[in-house]
């Protein structure tokens, strides 16, 4: 029905008053423009969020022992003793979407001195290579330890860059120095990249990782548990790897022994991290990992796990949504240009009808029929719309790639938007055309032809 | 000659807000013969306009009957009447009613956007060409309107209403606007279509001399053909 002769026709209409014509697509370039630059700022926001989130840890999973309630009393998280190195390799084996996993142990209050100087890191962290896969670390500087210094305990430690700061000058290199954490000696493998404060607001700079094996031999003073638990009671676990005492086993008392009947292995580990292969897999990770470790655990249907798996998801979602609401804000904002731009194309179209009453009397006149009418009007307005549209695209990539630079803010292409875009503009020429061009079309010719 | 044209006691009345209507035309019978070319006479306010926008399916008559061609047209939709105003008629405008800044040649070959038989694109310009040519225009075929004299205009206005092939060309006032020089050509112009073509014309005025060119004349007064008042 909308031959290439109305196109033709309207876009004659259009080009006889171009200055007017551009005025009025102008406002659908700026509502589409600022469309486009809002979704694309807004996909790089979320992109940088998630990345960020990422980059603290959103994948990861932490597999506890659940707590030893004894008498009604619960000693707290990770009291219990039945992880151990076995069930990491096992979830690294039979785990597809888990990416890595390593035990951790990490102990406070450890004092890290190297000549002259000290620094107490928040925590000392102990893991695997994978350590550093599964927190998505990077080195910035000399290497990992490797799994042949976990085989051998070696005393090889990786500094974050606070504590590099804080023992070595400017511009000195850490890696191949010496420092010693608790009386040990270790050499410097390599330095961590830096990485922002975590979701707690603790300086993540802040620590040194060594070998799980070091430290459950070397270091940890409470024993293999490096437990978080500092009192400084009779507890089982406290001395039992000792490096100032050869005492292996303490004596335990009765109760102890009644209390706790757990074999002591020299495998036991307090905790383990892994990470899911993607954001995506959280879930499927998590459910692996509890079917494997129920496995491994030996615990009949309908028990209850002696372990706990957690994630960061529901911080994740709220951050997200956080995220997604201030883009859809943003798009709000936008939308009600668009409409203000829309509104500009009907006032036009108005203007237009009425200035040219007369050619529509003798189109009319002619042999037009008031559907040729409307048509034609409605086309000229899409066609604004549309081509205001199309600039407004090209207007707000420009915008987000300007933008990118200048302000170094992440942007993403975002096709949807640009697709999106289109049909918006299409319909608000539809929309917004329609009653100017319906009443051009219900103009009486003989009237028409005689408007002054 | 068949009639082309045959009215029987048609009416039309105005109903100007709530109250109670005007009669424009008050029972006009008459007819037109095929290749006449009539000039219908009267004063402003006679109802003449009326009259011609009735005969050229702009308007509808509130009483009466309308034959065209033989057919009853009294009641004919407005699409339909759109498509009679497109196949059978051409108009020719008092102020010509080009469209500005728009070719003399794009604008003969407006009425041709609206053809529900479309015939191939070079066929059309051709013919508009040879329009123009034969109104003496060959060389301003690109001219924009305002580029044009008011005689010149008039010519392309003449031209627009034949590209279709009209059997009855409507004039209203053609010369209305135009010196006494330009009138005259203009209006043999229009003997000559009648005379060259065989193309029906009516030609509506005031003006006696138009009638010097016409082969009938009808004067129409206070809404009814009055018979014989001149000549």
Redesign the interface.
Same mark, same amino acid.
């Given at each position: 029905m909308i031959s290439l002769?109305v196109i033709v026709?309207a876009l004659?209409a259009l080009r006889?008053n171009i200055l007017r014509s551009v005025l009025t697509m102008l406002g659908i370039v700026i509502g589409i423009a600022s469309v486009i630059a809002m979704m694309e700022i807004g996909a790089g926001a979320s992109g940088q969020i998630a990345a960020k989130i990422a980059n603290m840890g959103s994948d990861v999973l932490m597999i506890s022992p659940v707590a030893i309630s004894s008498g009604g009393v619960s000693a707290g998280s990770g009291t219990s003793v039945t992880l151990t190195t076995d069930d990491v390799t096992a979830i690294r084996r039979d785990c597809p979407s888990v990416k890595a996993v390593t035990p951790v142990l990490s102990q406070g209050g450890i004092q890290v001195v190297r000549g002259s100087r000290n620094w107490s890191p928040n925590r000392i962290e102990s893991g695997t290579p994978d350590y550093l896969v599964v927190q998505n670390w990077e080195i910035s500087d000399g290497a990992c330890f490797t799994e042949r210094d976990v085989a051998a305990s070696a005393t090889v430690c990786l500094l974050g860059q606070t504590v590099v700061d804080e023992l070595f000058d400017n511009g000195e290199s850490a890696v191949g120095q010496f420092v010693r954490l608790n009386n040990v000696t270790f050499k410097v493998a390599g330095v961590l990249a830096k990485k922002g404060t975590n979701l707690m607001g603790m300086d993540q700079n802040d620590t040194a990782i060594i070998p799980w094996t070091t430290m459950q031999s070397r270091l940890a003073r409470g024993g293999g548990m490096a437990s978080t638990a500092t009192s400084s009671g009779d507890y089982s676990r406290k001395n039992k790897y000792p490096i100032t005492s050869v005492q292996y086993y303490p004596a335990r008392d009765a109760t102890q022994t009644a209390n706790y009947p757990m074999p002591i292995r020299f495998n036991n580990i307090s905790r383990i991290m892994a990470s899911a292969t993607s954001s995506d897999t959280v879930q499927d990770a998590i459910s692996e990992i509890s079917e494997t470790l129920r496995l491994r655990h030996k615990i009949a249907d309908g028990a209850e796990d002696d372990f706990e798996v957690r994630n960061m998801s529901e911080l994740i979602d709220t951050i997200t949504s956080t995220s997604s609401l201030m883009t859809s804000l943003l798009l709000i904002v936008a939308l009600i240009s668009l409409v203000v731009g829309g509104v500009g194309i009907m006032n036009i179209m108005f203007v237009s009808v009425t200035e040219r009453t007369?050619?529509i009397?003798? &189109?009319?006149?002619?042999?037009? &029929?008031?559907?040729?009418i409307l048509t034609q009007f409605l086309v000229e307005s899409v066609i604004l719309c549309l081509s205001g549209g199309i600039f407004g695209i090209a207007t707000g990539r420009i915008a987000s790639v300007v933008i990118s630079s200048v302000l170094n803010w992440p942007t993403a292409t975002s096709p949807t938007a640009i697709a999106m875009s289109v049909a918006v503009s299409a319909g608000i020429g539809i929309i917004f055309g329609f009653y100017p061009a319906w009443r051009a079309s219900k103009l009486n010719?003989?009237d028409a032809?005689r408007y002054e | 000659m068949a009639n082309l044209i045959e009215l029987k006691d048609l009416r039309k009345t105005y109903r100007l807000g709530g109250g109670e209507g005007v009669e424009v035309l008050k029972g006009v019978s008459l007819s037109i013969a095929e290749g006449d070319l009539v000039a219908l006479m009267g004063a402003s306010g006679s109802g003449k306009s009326t009259l011609m926008n009735i005969l050229g399916f702009l308007d509808v008559a509130t009483g009466g009957d309308y034959f065209f061609d033989g057919r009853d047209v009294s009641r004919l939709s407005a699409n339909d009447r759109a498509d009679i105003r497109n196949e059978r008629i051409g108009f020719v405008f008092q102020n010509f009613n080009l469209l500005a800044r728009t070719s003399a040649l794009q604008n003969v070959l407006l009425p041709l956007e609206y053809q529900r038989k479309r015939r191939p694109k070079a066929e059309n310009v051709a013919w508009a060409k040879e329009l123009l040519t034969r109104m003496g225009l060959a060389d301003r075929m690109d001219h924009a309107p305002a580029q044009l004299s008011g005689g010149q205009q008039q010519r392309v206005a003449i031209a627009r209403a034949l590209v279709n092939r009209p059997r009855i060309l409507f004039a209203d006032e053609p010369t209305g606007n135009l010196d006494s020089k330009t009138t005259d050509e203009i209006l043999r112009m229009f003997r000559r279509l009648n005379d060259e073509e065989g193309i029906t014309i009516v030609l509506v005025t005031h003006d006696a001399e138009v009638c010097d060119y016409a082969k009938t004349t009808i004067h129409i007064k206070d809404g009814q053909v009055v018979e014989g008042m001149f000549r």
């Open positions: 002769q026709t004659n006889r007369r050619e009397g003798l &189109r009319m006149a002619i042999g037009a &029929r008031s559907s040729d010719p003989i032809l | -």
